[in-house]
């Protein structure tokens, strides 16, 4: 098995995936074994540029894939400190999730949603319009 090293690669799918990467020549007919692939996606607004990052597939808990060369359309190394930095940071903050929400043991507080009803709501509304009205 070669080297590891983080690339960006273009499935012929379409997709385009970033990943810590090695490629093991076996016999002849390589395979590229993908550690932790996510999507990222560069965003820009008027706000400035942000960088999101998701998983590339969502449901399995592996950290390893394996695709055969034929369905790279092309790989490039990448070198950018920034893009190796926040992909970390993604892992990282992606194993304290999933350690914290994978038992099942969430206790529900009033800042994750559902407060009071909506007559409740509307009934505090109005009497703090009407306490600022009076005063």
Do not use: C
């Amino acid at each position: 098995m070669g080297e590891e090293f983080y690339a960006s690669i273009k499935l012929v799918t379409g997709e385009e995936i970033f990943s810590l990467i090695s490629i093991d020549d076996n016999d002849g007919d390589p395979i590229i074994i993908l550690q932790n692939p996510v999507i990222i996606k560069m965003i820009n607004s008027n706000k400035g540029s942000f960088i999101k990052v998701k998983p590339w597939m969502e449901i399995p808990n592996d950290d390893f894939f394996i695709i055969k060369s034929d369905k790279i359309i092309t790989m490039t190394e990448v070198n950018n400190s920034h893009i190796v930095k926040v992909y970390e940071k993604y892992l990282e903050d992606s194993d304290e999730t999933s350690e914290y929400f994978g038992s099942n043991q969430t206790k529900i507080t009033n800042k994750m949603g559902y407060v009071s009803s909506v007559e409740d709501a509307r009934q505090n509304l109005e009497k703090i319009f009407k306490d600022l009205k009076e005063s």
